[in-house]
């Protein structure tokens, strides 16, 4: 502790913590871009939410952080809000030795070759989107794209495809998360908890909708262990319940519901939004449209991949990642981060600095196809190190096989003349109005060869 009395805290904003958590929910690009120019690339903040955190705007500051000891710089304690959702052996709230092992276990489920299986099953959600949709009438991007990410998770994560099990589990999941999406949700279920109000009707029905979808994946932990063709499958709950670390052990019950859990609730939302964020953006925006629709058509595939880290640098879902500072206090910048202190490397400011793209308000996906390209600490959509999103290629992968096949069989077009706000929902950054779009004729059918084959 005497340290921490030592510490040189970097400078920040003299305001009561009232006016700096206005100046977080109002209005976060305005409020950290006056600090930035003000106080510089390291800044103290204080809201109604802390006791204090440093938020980091410079890139090499940042690939200091990412780069740092993992468990002097600890992700766990950032996360923790999520842990009454995730288990405690979650890979998202887990540090040291124990999350690097939850991390290589889950590793070879994520790997190119193994995405590439999940094709098929993303480019059919996308087919019964599009099927769904209204023709001519507004509907939410956002909600569109969250049934379809789910279905996508349900398939290739959980590997419950069809039936009265898949319905099931879909209708409990459904319960579960809905409340923890809405504006506060996860906030007002973990001050409810840390209060302990026990028989409060939110933790009681949150505790009773999470034991019911655990129910279904302990029942299904077990069909899974008797399985004698489980090699075979290629779904991520089965390799899984296979994995086994340097010792040979497998992971328990509770771990593999832990992960099962946390790929959930860390990959459907958070795709669903840069997905709803990629139709908002593009369809106000006839050039990139154009050029995407063209390269797309010429069967070329690296603008569509551009596109979409454009995307999430000029949209991105979660504005910032933290790391509690552990063990001893961190020099940074010349400062002293004592014990206890949360570092957050602020994700959107990053991707804002006019130094590392010019005119950063402006959708241009050739960004990344010049000779000197964004590098990792500059984009950094995904956090970093360690403990980057191990969802990473998955999301990205997903994203241009749903563009690109709703680029082949429908017209959307924008129901508002402006892009939508950005509101903040919980830890994401969503399209206030959940981007609003409307189907413009009857969709195409499916490409005449690829109906044949089927
Ligand atoms: C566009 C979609 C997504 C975005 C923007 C996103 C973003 C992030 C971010 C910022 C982190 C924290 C990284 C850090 O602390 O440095 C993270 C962690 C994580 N994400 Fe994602 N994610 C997305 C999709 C996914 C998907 C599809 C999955 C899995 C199916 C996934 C699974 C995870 C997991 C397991 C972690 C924890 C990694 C660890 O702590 O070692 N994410 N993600």
Not at 333 to 346: D, H, K, L, Q, R
Not at 416 to 443: S, W, Y
């Amino acid at each position: 502790m005497e340290a921490s009395t030592r510490a040189v805290l970097p400078p920040g904003p003299p305001l009561p913590k009232l006016l700096q958590t206005l100046g977080f929910v109002v209005s976060p690009a305005r409020f950290f871009d006056a600090c930035r120019s003000r106080y510089g690339d390291v800044v103290h903040f204080k809201t109604l939410f802390d006791s204090g955190f440093v938020m980091v705007f410079d890139p090499t500051l940042v690939k200091e952080i990412f780069k740092g000891d993992p468990d002097q710089l600890r992700a766990g304690p950032a996360n923790e809000l999520l842990g009454p959702v995730l288990g405690e052996r979650s890979v998202l709230l887990l540090d040291g030795a124990e999350h690097l092992r939850q991390r290589r276990l889950m590793l070879p489920a994520f790997h190119g070759q193994r995405l590439r299986s999940y094709e098929r099953i993303m480019r059919e959600a996308t087919d019964r989107e599009i099927d769904s949709w209204p023709v001519g009438e507004p509907f939410q991007a956002l909600r569109s794209m969250q049934a379809l990410t789910l279905d996508v998770i349900m398939r290739a994560v959980f590997g419950v495809s069809e039936g009265e099990r898949y319905r099931e589990l879909h209708r409990r999941i459904r319960e579960m998360l809905d409340p923890i999406s809405q504006p506060l949700g996860v906030l007002v279920l973990t001050l409810s908890l840390a209060r302990r109000v026990r028989g409060g009707s939110t933790v009681q029905r949150f505790e009773e909708r999470r034991r019911r979808v655990d129910e279904l994946i302990y029942d299904e932990i077990e069909r899974r262990r008797s399985d004698p063709d489980l090699a075979d499958r290629e779904d991520v709950f089965s390799s899984l319940v296979l994995a086994e670390d340097e010792d040979g052990r497998r992971m328990t019950d509770q771990e593999i519901r832990d992960e099962l859990v946390t790929l959930l609730v860390a990959g459907h939302e958070t795709t669903a939004t840069a997905l709803a964020w990629a139709f908002d953006l593009l369809l106000h925006d006839t050039r990139v449209m154009e050029e995407l629709a063209r390269r797309l058509a010429d069967g070329d595939e690296k603008y569509a991949d551009a596109f979409v880290k454009e995307v999430l640098r000029i949209r991105p879902v979660i504005p910032g990642v933290g790391r509690v500072v552990h063990r001893e206090p961190f020099e940074l910048a010349g400062y002293t981060i004592p014990v206890g202190m949360e570092i957050n490397p602020s994700i959107a400011s990053i991707h804002r600095r006019p130094d590392s793209y010019p005119a950063p308000a402006e959708l241009r996906p050739e960004r990344f196809l010049e000779d000197d390209p964004p590098d990792t600490y500059t984009w950094i959509p995904f956090g970093g190190g360690t403990r980057r999103c191990l969802g990473a290629s998955f999301a990205t992968f997903e994203m241009r096989v749903v563009i690109s096949r709703v680029l082949e069989r429908a017209t959307l077009e924008a129901v508002e003349a402006e892009p939508d706000a950005i509101q903040r929902r919980g830890i994401t950054m969503v399209p206030k109005n959940g981007a609003p779009v409307r189907l413009a004729q009857a969709p195409r059918a499916a490409r005449i060869a690829e109906a044949a084959a089927a």
